[in-house]
């Protein structure tokens, strides 16, 4: 029987790898088949360990990680996860579970549509804890992988990220205004207003970071993104270019100076349709409430991947008619 549990999850989306038990154990869902699962060069990446029944303590030095015969990932966080169960239900104490946040290497080999080899195998990757290793999870390496950063993901919010959310309202996206202060419904964007998206899984740059140090510069990604615009309340995101959205080219895409695996997004806030409605701020509403909590969704993409924000867009005056003569 394995003594190890590896469950991997990409900050956004949770997949599931689960080795033998002596019972059933969930620690995450998803909408899509979890293996292989997708990475992208400097890439953060939150690994869910469950570590081995021997393990009781454990120290962040520890833990590390790695791609099988290949090269190791900086480990830059290590905190405690919750599984969400509920020990007076289960009648046992609840599973431990490590979030680990790693960095992909740069310069990993990567699937490329348009390369003169273009395939690429998976590979895969573990995690060991106090020298026991993981069994070890496919991984498939694609030119990028973008996830928008939001205030619940554990690289930014660590332990608190496993608190409840209130209300039901989703997590904020990590979008700011030019002074640094985020978008929200009591500061909601502006026409022509240049905003900053932070992001991960955008790949490689020019010239090139390297793995587990802060970024020297700004430098720009390699790959060109599309960005797109949906004014529309609550919606979703959607590929660029996808179902004939016109789609822009952001003023920049590139790592974001003195940070690891951080990249920004740089865009122009276009002008809004006549009669958008105003986001409703969310400290006033009831739990559970369905209401406007944005009402412009930016999706940022590529041939490989995109992922979108949702966010609070000042509505455009509207104008009172000419007085008739």
Aim: aromatic share 6%.
């Amino acid at each position: 029987m394995r003594s190890l549990i590896l469950c991997s999850a990409v900050l956004a989306g949770v997949s599931i790898c689960c080795a033998q038990t002596p019972g059933p154990v969930l620690l995450g869902a998803g909408n899509v088949s979890p293996f292989p699962l997708a990475v992208a060069p400097g890439e953060l990446l939150t690994l869910f360990v469950q570590p081995a029944a021997a393990i009781s303590r454990w120290t962040a030095s520890a833990v590390t990680a790695g791609f099988a015969n290949g090269p190791s990932m900086p480990v830059l966080q290590v905190v405690e996860a919750s599984t969400g169960c509920n020990p007076p239900l289960i009648g046992a104490p609840c599973t431990q579970v490590l979030a680990v946040t790693v960095q992909i290497p740069f310069g990993i080999p990567v699937f490329c549509t348009l390369c003169a080899s273009p395939f690429v195998s998976a590979s895969s990757i573990d995690v060991s804890v106090n020298g026991v290793k993981s069994a070890p999870v496919i991984v498939q390496p694609f030119q990028d992988h973008v996830h928008f950063l939001t205030t619940c993901d554990i690289i930014v919010a660590g332990a608190n990220s496993a608190l409840p959310l209130i209300g039901g309202l989703p997590c904020a996206p990590m979008v700011t205004h030019p002074d640094g202060r985020p978008v929200s419904a009591i500061l909601p964007a502006t026409a022509g207003e240049e905003l900053v998206a932070y992001a991960t899984g955008l790949g490689q740059t020019n010239p090139v970071l390297t793995t587990g140090q802060p970024a020297a510069q700004s430098s720009p990604t390699v790959t060109t993104f599309g960005i797109d615009f949906n004014f529309r309340a609550n919606a979703l995101a959607t590929m660029p270019g996808a179902a004939g959205v016109p789609t822009a080219a952001p003023l920049f895409t590139g790592a974001t100076q003195a940070f690891v695996g951080l990249y920004q997004i740089n865009f122009i806030v276009p002008t809004p349709p006549v009669g958008l409605v105003p986001c409703v701020d969310n400290a006033a509403l009831p739990a559970f409430s369905n209401a406007v909590q944005s009402n412009l969704t930016i999706s940022v993409g590529s041939n490989y991947s995109f992922d979108g924000a949702g966010i609070c867009v000042e509505p455009s005056p509207v104008l009172d008619p000419p007085a008739s003569s």
